[in-house]
């Protein structure tokens, strides 16, 4: 590309950016990947879809993703993202006390899944359909979640606990949280909303009891 092309694609142009442009676009697919892939599902969603959708054509695609993989990827970064966020504003606002900082951490988790359940589509469904690469960062994702979890979960464990007790605590939890969600969302498990927060509530204490976690601390 010559450098007098370069400068031109550069240009602002409306008074938006080259940079803004190819940002709004990215953002545009990206909506596209949580519509599509969390309402008809990553295998029967291609390139040509996620662009239709987007209201964007090919080549916009790869100017930001090498292939459907990575937009899986980075769809599923964003809403992450967006959970946690959702999360730490909960867990900011309720009491310091173990039982009101996890009623508010799976509360706002389970709530923010309900609202959208193609975020829970994309985020606890499709990784495994989406290739190898994909899942493996799911599962990275998960870890880094537990690994938080963990890190909350000691402030409230006597000193003599020892540290992988909490971490298989936070395992546990974590992977009850995914699997249990994952069925809901899906219909298999019949039950209200406030029904799955009760229970991933007083399963997290159960375990928490069995890794030392003092629900008084």
Do not use: N
């Amino acid at each position: 590309m010559s450098d007098g092309h370069q400068r031109a694609s550069a240009r602002a142009y409306g008074g938006v950016s080259a940079a803004e442009r190819v940002a709004q676009r990215r953002e545009r697919l990206l909506d596209a990947a949580l519509e599509l892939y969390g309402t008809h599902g990553f295998l029967t969603t291609g390139v040509k879809d996620v662009c239709r959708e987007a209201g964007v054509t090919d080549r916009y695609f790869y100017e930001s993703f090498r292939d459907s993989a990575e937009l899986f990827t980075a769809a599923f970064d964003r809403e992450t993202a967006e959970l946690l966020r959702i999360v730490a504003e909960a867990v900011g606002q309720a009491d310091a006390d173990p039982e009101s900082q996890v009623r508010a951490a799976i509360g706002s988790f389970v709530r923010a899944m309900a609202d959208d359940p193609r975020r829970a589509r994309l985020v606890f469904v499709e990784a495994p359909t989406a290739g190898g690469d994909a899942e493996r960062h799911v599962q990275a994702t998960l870890r880094r979640f537990t690994q938080l979890v963990a890190a909350t979960a000691r402030p409230h464990v006597a000193d003599q606990v020892p540290d992988r007790l909490v971490e298989l605590g936070a395992v546990a939890v974590v992977g009850a949280i995914d699997r249990v969600l994952a069925e809901w969302q899906d219909g298999t498990v019949h039950a209200s909303l406030d029904e799955v927060v009760e229970f991933l509530v007083a399963l997290f204490h159960a375990v928490g009891a069995t890794a030392g976690v003092d629900r008084r601390r």
